[in-house]
């Protein structure tokens, strides 16, 4: 542990690379819970964000599901939205233009029905001023076609990771399901077929009744749990999915706080996205970024670099007798 | 307009009818830019269960004192930690949300309807306020509020809407006050025996409810202004949770969704389609373990 000195060390270097994309810190917030970018902007400015990564965007505009489309659960919510989206015309004559104004780093997340769709969207966004990457959805579980169909196997998911990487030489992130048996599998399937980076998890498959009216609570019947209750399945997804591939890792699932964002980065994940932690209080993103720089003084470290993936996989019995584990990071 | 982030102290607290709560909170920022009709998103309480926010309507705001007051019906988990709630704590709210009612123009003389199920009378009380504060020349006994509640013990009281004058219509769906019956009955019932048209029109309850008002008002011409509800989750127009099926009557094919956080929760009449929404009866009003 570093002594607490007179004078006030340098702020601690919060950059990270993930393969070929360089953000000037590690925490983004994830597609579907920060809208276009625009709808926070009273309450924080997403400039400071790593990347704001937008809602998924398809071809052309969806509607999405039928309501009713969100339910609470304990510590987490079901959403079947169903990708509703302006579609990629809109996003890059309206949208994009006020999140380049907004010196946000934006990524984009895109979802087809086919194959084409995917390599259309990328010929589409490719070169677009002020997008620094794609995240490639083969994981919601809210739609009949595509979306989490191409996320269940590594063959489909590997045409699609292939298809999009031959048309466009941006940074490609590819989003992958919890709802699968064995998570490190698609991850390698997708690293062999060119994506740079992977973002682990998307939400969890659920369901939600109602006794009174004896019927499900969404009208799409399932929907996709986030929230806190997903985390540690999250980090398990994290954790394999690092065993499994090279390449960096972004955490997403639960995250609301610094010590969860750290939880991940102290696996190997390399960034983390916050999602439904922006629902209850919009501003926890910059909090969290801020938690992290106060970790890392309290650490005496220098740089989030020397943080990322430095686990001890030999569990110890525990004692609390270490004031490190009551830091409030808050 | 801007949208805040306060953590705002309560003054008051209190149970004003069955099971329903009025609070006073000192909230500055979010008091000078509330508009009647628009809504703030409550934290009930820190941790993670329950996760999301509430919406609640102004049910009076006072820009000058920096204070709003939120009426609540308890419904369920959020609802009943909320009442826990005392003076002295803070709360924090995300507001001023949604788009509000649009007022009578300055020249409005005629007959006014407002029509409250339950606990909708919440926004339609800073409704009337307004009214009656950015109007003068209008005449409080043209404002008419059809109030309808399923028993006695839920309805606020009559002293409450004396200060305002405005001309109340009491039903109970169980007959124990005023007219028996709902409180669509009820005004359609009055429209129809005294010819009564009014200029406009102001609803809030039960989405069943709203689709009656809906129905008149678009039968009978009048433009309406129905105060909606959906699921939500962000309460900013990020989630896309809180959709409603959109009718747009220029273009019968659009089958396209409206957000009630940004769009609404005020729409006209034919803004949503009604026939595509599952109304189903509340639940009763039991806790079966908390
Ligand atoms: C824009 C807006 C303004 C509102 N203003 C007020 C207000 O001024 N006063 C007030 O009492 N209520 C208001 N509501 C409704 C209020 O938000 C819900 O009653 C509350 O969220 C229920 O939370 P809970 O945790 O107590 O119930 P839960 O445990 O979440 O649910 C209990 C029961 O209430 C129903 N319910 C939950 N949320 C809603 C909702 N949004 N609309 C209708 N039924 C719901 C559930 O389906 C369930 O049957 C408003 C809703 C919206 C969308
Ligand atoms: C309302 C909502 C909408 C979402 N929409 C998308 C989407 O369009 N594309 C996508 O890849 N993930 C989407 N997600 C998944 C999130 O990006 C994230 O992976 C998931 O919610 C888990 O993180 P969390 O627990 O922090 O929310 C959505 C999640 C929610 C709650
Ligand atoms: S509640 Fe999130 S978009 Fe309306």
């Known amino acids: ?330 | 307009m801007p949208k805040f982030q306060e953590n705002a102290l309560i003054l008051d607290h209190r149970e004003v009818a069955d099971r329903t709560w009025l609070m006073r909170l000192m909230s500055p920022k979010i008091a000078l830019e509330a508009r009647a009709g628009q809504f703030v998103m409550v934290r009930v309480r820190d941790g993670i269960d329950p996760l999301l926010r509430r919406p609640l309507s102004f049910h009076r705001t006072f820009p000058e004192e920096g204070c709003i007051e939120l009426l609540y019906r308890v419904v369920g988990k959020g609802t009943l930690l909320l009442s826990k709630t005392v003076p002295g704590m803070n709360l924090d709210l995300l507001g001023p949300l949604g788009n509000g009612f649009d007022l009578p123009a300055p020249d409005a003389r005629g007959p006014i309807a407002l029509i409250a199920g339950g606990i909708g009378i919440a926004p339609l009380f800073d409704l009337m306020e307004r009214i009656a504060l950015s109007n003068p020349a209008f005449d409080p006994q043209q404002m008419n509020l059809f109030y309808g509640t399923r028993t006695v013990a839920e309805l606020l009281a009559l002293s409450y809407f004396g200060a305002l004058g405005v001309r109340v219509h009491w039903s109970t769906d169980d007959g124990s006050f005023g007219h028996k019956g709902h409180v669509t009955r009820m005004f359609a019932q009055f429209a129809e025996d005294s010819a009564f048209r009014p200029e406009s029109l102001y609803a809030c309850g039960p989405l069943e409810m709203q689709f009656h008002v809906a129905r008149w008002a678009l039968a009978h011409d009048v433009p309406a202004q129905l105060s909606l509800e959906s699921l939500m989750a962000c309460g900013l127009g990020a989630c896309l949770g809180c959709a409603l099926p959109a009718a747009s009557p220029d273009d019968p094919a659009a089958d396209g969704y409206v957000h009630v956080c940004m769009d609404g929760p005020i729409f006209p009449a034919g803004a949503v389609q009604w026939q595509k929404l599952q109304v189903h009866r509340p639940p009763p009003p039991i806790f079966l373990s908390d």
């Open chain 1, 1 to 330: 542990m570093a002594e607490t000195t007179g004078t006030p060390a340098a702020a601690p270097d919060l950059s990270v690379r993930l393969g070929p994309l360089r953000l000037a810190n590690p925490v983004l917030v994830a597609s579907g819970t920060f809208g276009y970018g625009e709808e926070y902007a009273d309450f924080l400015d997403p400039g400071r964000l790593g990347a704001v990564i937008v809602k998924g965007i398809s071809l052309l505009p969806r509607p999405g599901n039928p309501p009713p489309r969100l339910v609470e659960t304990p510590a987490g919510m079901i959403n079947a939205i169903g990708l509703e989206n302006v579609g990629v015309d809109r996003f890059i004559d309206v949208k994009l233009p006020l999140l380049r104004q907004r010196r946000a780093t934006v990524i984009v997340n895109i979802f087809g029905n086919t194959v084409d769709e995917y390599a259309g969207l990328a010929s589409k966004l490719d070169g677009e001023d002020g997008v620094a990457a794609l995240e490639i959805n083969i994981s919601c579980p809210n739609v009949k076609q595509g979306g989490m169909v191409f996320g269940t196997d590594p063959a489909t998911a590997a045409a699609v990771v292939g298809a999009v990487r031959a048309r466009t030489a941006l940074p490609l992130i590819t989003k992958l399901t919890p709802n699968v048996t064995r998570i490190g599998e698609i991850a390698r399937a997708a690293v062999d077929a060119g994506t740079d980076a992977i973002s682990c998890i998307n939400t969890v498959a659920a369901m939600a009744v109602d006794i009174f009216s004896r019927r499900p609570k969404l009208a799409n019947v399932f929907g996709g749990l986030s929230g806190p209750a997903v985390k540690p399945i999250a980090l398990r997804c994290t954790y394999e999915v690092l065993q499994a591939v090279k390449c960096p890792v972004i955490g997403v699932g639960g995250i609301g706080t610094a010590t969860d964002a750290l939880e991940f980065m102290l696996l190997g994940a390399r960034a983390v996205q916050v999602g439904t932690a922006n629902f209850v209080n919009p501003g926890v993103s910059v909090e969290i970024l801020e938690g992290i720089e106060r970790f890392l003084r309290f650490q005496g470290l220098d740089r989030i670099e020397d943080f990322i993936g430095t686990l001890d996989t030999e569990c110890l019995f525990p004692f609390a007798e270490d004031a490190c584990g009551v830091l409030d990071l808050s």
